[in-house]
């Protein structure tokens, strides 16, 4: 059973319909309680950070999550801006984020075109279960104004050009995140939303 | 490197695809989920669906319908017809669309742009235009003027002055639909879909009359557009030859388009 949190800002049915497309059950998951007896978790999301985590510990999410996360070791996938608000702070709205990967989240330059909206390619740099067979440049979709700059260069599985180089996937530990939509990168994002709900958490 | 993208527009009535021509005389071409479907498994880039007649007939929007074709669509989702409330915008959302087209309710209520853009991020917020030459003249500097309610009333708003106040306002993406060429098939009008590009700083979609590869081609570079909505190619019944997804993206990425390249399997 996969937990899908869902929160007003995220995009929770098309991330379940994914799911239901590759065969996986699932869960929306928006009180605490109902984090009991997932085996992982996915953390979707568009919008804003501030809205995000507002809306996390409004919930009462935030604790609860961390727990699941850090000390039941549940393999956890955030999306998009689900891996934003895995950082220490993200300069959208000065905000404070989750913490649990060190790092910061930067806007794009004001001399691209901001959001980069479209399909990019990422560039995987080592090998990971939930990435193995991605493939070499694989195409998925983007939409964000902010990328995220990890402290510990190791954190970054995924790279991908827009203006500079910036990190398009995040591993660490059982936690992996894409700043691309998963879910709305056609064939590519599904082989990896499946290889995820097959991932033990470890690599 | 960040791509260019197809889009496919849907014109829906009653749960089904229409093709109309210059915004009048919609004719039937299939069931608006049949051809999701049909269009992801080509790897289309991006569906966007216009419920046509909810503004018009005052109601809300066929949620249904939205929920069938997000079934089928692992590719982004770009929803608009009759939205003129957050909670409306929500609705959709839940229904499984990412994106929030507003066209006619964002001219007669501006702030709804902001409050999308403040509840649901910028990039949620799609601001959809029609546009039409009428000739420069005074309160008209860049000639062309915005209609809304399916390009039969006149708003007096510049294109170029409105499509500014949109990017303020906090749309993350803007589409420039020439009524003049809306399914003609005779080329998208580049003059106005570049002015609008060197205009504002987020992606701009090209809309209304690409009938050949050229036509995209031409929107996507002399035009300046990040992506091409696109619909008569892919299968009105009045053009004699339509063309396929894949034909086209293999055309344009000979015409030196970066374009999402097929992935077999």
Known sequence: MIGVIDYRAGNAPSVGYALERLGLTHRLVATA???????????????AAQATIDSLRESGLVEPL????????????????????????????????????????????????????????????????????LGHDAYCYFVNSFFADPADPADALGVTEYGQEFCSIVARGNVVATQ???????????????????????? | MLTKRLIACFDVVNGRVTKAQQFQD??????????????????????VFYDIK???????????????????????FTVGGGIRTIDDMYEVLKAGAEKISVDSMAVRNPDIIREGAEAFGRQCVVLSTQVKFQGIRPGLPSGYEVFIDGARLATGLDAIDWVRRGEDLGAGEIVVNSIDRDGTASGYDLDITRAVADAVNVPVIASGGAGTVEHIADGLTAGAAQAAIISSILYSPRLERNLGVRELKDALIERGVPMRPYVAG
Request: with cysteine; charged share 25%.
């Open chain 1, 33 to 47: 309680d109902q984090l009991d007896g997932v085996e992982r978790i996915i953390l979707p999301g568009v919008g």
């Open chain 1, 66 to 133: 961390a727990a699941r996360v850090h000390d039941d070791r549940v393999p956890f996938l955030g999306i998009c801006i689900g891996l934003q608000v895995l950082f220490e702070h993200s300069e959208e709205g000065d905000v404070d984020c989750l913490g649990w990967v060190p790092g910061r989240v930067r806007r794009f330059s004001d001399t691209l075109r901001v959001p980069q909206i479209g399909w990019n390619a990422v560039r995987v740099t080592r090998a990971h279960p939930v990435t193995d067979g």
């Open chain 1, 180 to 203: 691309f939509h998963a879910e709305k990168s056609g064939p590519v994002g599904l082989a990896l939303l499946e290889r995820f709900a097959r991932w033990d958490g470890t690599c």
């Open chain 2, 26 to 47: 919609n004719i039937d071409v299939a069931p608006a989920a049949d051809l999701a479907q049909q269009l992801y498994e080509d790897q289309i880039d991006e569906i």
């Open chain 2, 54 to 76: 909810a503004s018009a007939e005052k109601r809300k929007i066929d949620l249904e319908t939205v929920r069938a074709v997000a079934h089928h669509v692992f590719v982004p």
